[in-house]
C-alpha cells in the first residue's frame, strides 16, 4: 500500500545510516525529527560533524535523547507530528556485545520497546526498523532468504536484532501497527562507522600498520554500498506493507504475515571474500595492505549473501553499486576528512 506523509523520526540519525537517510529525506523535501544519544561507541566528533550537515537544514530537529528513557522520548512524540519512524538506533556490534551485553539490552531491547509503544500511542503510520544479517547466525543455506527460519543466532547482538523482528510483529498483531523491518547487509561508504573494516583497513594501511584479517581471508561478505540502502529504505517507507493472503500458520512464512508486516533483505547479492575487498582496497589507495591472519572471531559468521527478491518483486530495487565504485569513494570521503 503506497503511503504518504511528510513527517519523518529518525533515530540514530547522527550514525551512519541514520545521517545518509536523516540527509536524503531532507533533500527530497520531508521534514525529519533526528534523535540520537550521542554516545561515545566511536568517536563522537564523527556523529557532531554529520550533526552539523543536517542542522544546516531548516526543516530539521534534533533531539539528544535516549531512547531507553521512555518520558523522554515520548515527550518528543507529543511535541512533534510524526507519521513514519525510522528506527535506526541501536548498540551496533558483533565482538562488542561479546563484552558488554548491557547495552544492547539497554538499547536494543528497552529502547525498542519504547519506540513500538511510541508509534502505538501517537498515530505512526509506518514503522520501519533495523534489523541485520547477523541474524541469519548458524544458517548455511545460501543465498540468505527471508522466508527462512532464523532461530539461531550466535552473538547476543543478533539475537537483539531478531528480537525486534518478534516485539514488531507483537505490536502489529495486537495494536494494528503497520511495521517493516530491514536486514542490512555489511554497509560501507563515506561517513562510516570507524569501528568497521574498510574504515580500519583504510586507516592502517595508509599509516604503514598491519591489518587484522579474520578467517585468514576466507570470510565472505555482501558488502552493500550506504546510497543502496538509502535507496532501499526511502522506497520502504514509502509502502506500507499489506497483510500476505496466504500466510498460513499450519507452515508460517517468517518473512510475511497475516497482519501489517513484513522482513526484507537489503544487500548488494554478490557476496565478496575479504581478501577480494582488501585487494580492491589496495587498487584504490595505491598502497600493499601487511596482513596479519587470524582465526574467525567468536560471534562472527563465515558468510553472508543476501536474497533480495522479495525487495526488487515490491519496491522494484535492488543494489548494485560495485564494490570498486564504493570504496573509490569511501576513500575520496577518508582523504579529504582526515587527511
Known sequence: MHLEFKNALVTGAAGFIGFHLSKRLLDEGYRVVGVDILNDYYDPQLKHDRLAILNAYPSFSFHRTDISQAADFEAIFKENTIEVVVNLAAQAGVRYS???????????????????????????????????????????????????????????????????????????????????GLRFFTVYGPWGRPDMALFLFTKAIL???PIDVFNHGK??????????????????????????????????????????????????????????????????????AIKNFMDLQPGDVPATYADVNDLIRDVDFKPETSIAEGIGRFVEWYRGYYC
Open 207 to 209: 599509516a604503514g600498520k
Open 98 to 180: 561479546l563484552t558488554n551485553p548491557q547495552a544492547y539490552v539497554d538499547s536494543n531491547l528497552v529502547g525498542f520497546v519504547n519506540v513500538l509503544e511510541c508509534c502505538r500511542h501517537h498515530g505512526v503510520k509506518h514503522l520501519v526498523f533495523a534489523s541485520s544479517s547477523s541474524v541469519y547466525g548458524a544458517n548455511t543455506n545460501m543465498p540468505f532468504s527471508v522466508h527462512h527460519n532464523v532461530d539461531h543466532p550466535v552473538s547476543l547482538y543478533a539475537a537483539s536484532k531478531k528480537s525486534n523482528e518478534l516485539m514488531a510483529h507483537t505490536y502489529s498483531h495486537l495494536f494494528g501497527l503497520a511495521c517493516t
Open 219 to 288: 570470510m565472505k561478505r555482501d558488502f552493500t554500498y550506504i546510497d543502496d540502502i538509502v535507496e532501499g529504505v526511502v522506497r520502504v517507507m514509502k509502502r506500507r506493507p499489506d497483510p500476505n493472503s496466504a500466510w498460513s500458520g499450519d507452515s508460517p512464512d517468517p518473512g510475511s504475515s497475516y497482519v501489517n508486516y513484513k522482513i526484507y533483505n537489503i544487500g548488494n547479492n554478490q557476496p565478496v571474500e575479504l581478501l577480494d575487498f582488501i585487494s580492491a582496497i589496495e587498487a584504490v589507495l595505491g598502497k600493499t
